[in-house]
C-alpha cells in the first residue's frame, strides 16, 4: 500500500489549505479512505473518510471547517482546510482507517509519511 500526501505548508490564522493524497495498492477488503492528524505528544486525532460506496464522514469537531472529497476507486483524495487555528498545526496523514462512520474516524492500519500543515497566529 502506498499513500502519497501532499499540499502542507504555513498559512496564517484564519486561512485555507488544500491536502491531496494519492493512494495505490489498496487491498480489495478496505473500504474507506481518510484522514488524521498527529501532534507530537497527543493522541492521533481522526478527520474525515470516505467510503468506497461516496459517504462521507467527519469527527465532530472537525465539521463545518474540514471537507473531504476525492473519489476511492480513484485512490485520490483531498482535505480542504478553511479557517485554520493555531491549534490546527500538525502532520496531517492519508490512511486507511478501519472505522469510518457516524461516530467517527478511527483504527487506521496504513498511513503515508505525513504532509505538515502549520498555522501561525
Known amino acids: 500500500v502506498q499513500l502519497v500526501e501532499s499540499g502542507g505548508g504555513t498559512v496564517q490564522a484564519g486561512g485555507s489549505l488544500r491536502l491531496s493524497c494519492s493512494a495505490s495498492?489498496?487491498?480489495?477488503?478496505?473500504?474507506?479512505i481518510g484522514w488524521f492528524r498527529q501532534i507530537p505528544g497527543k493522541q492521533r486525532e481522526g478527520v474525515a473518510c470516505?467510503?468506497?460506496?461516496?459517504?462521507?464522514f467527519y469527527e465532530v469537531s472537525m465539521m463545518g471547517r474540514f471537507t473531504i472529497s476525492g473519489d476511492y476507486s480513484k485512490g485520490t483524495i483531498y482535505l480542504q482546510m478553511n479557517s485554520l487555528k493555531p491549534e490546527d498545526t500538525a502532520a496531517y496523514h492519508c490512511a486507511l482507517p478501519l472505522e469510518c462512520n457516524e461516530y467517527g474516524v478511527a483504527a487506521f492500519d496504513y498511513w503515508g509519511r505525513g504532509a505538515q500543515v502549520t498555522v501561525s497566529s
Open positions: 470516505i467510503l468506497n460506496d461516496g459517504r462521507k
Open positions: 495498492g489498496i487491498p480489495s477488503n478496505y473500504v474507506a
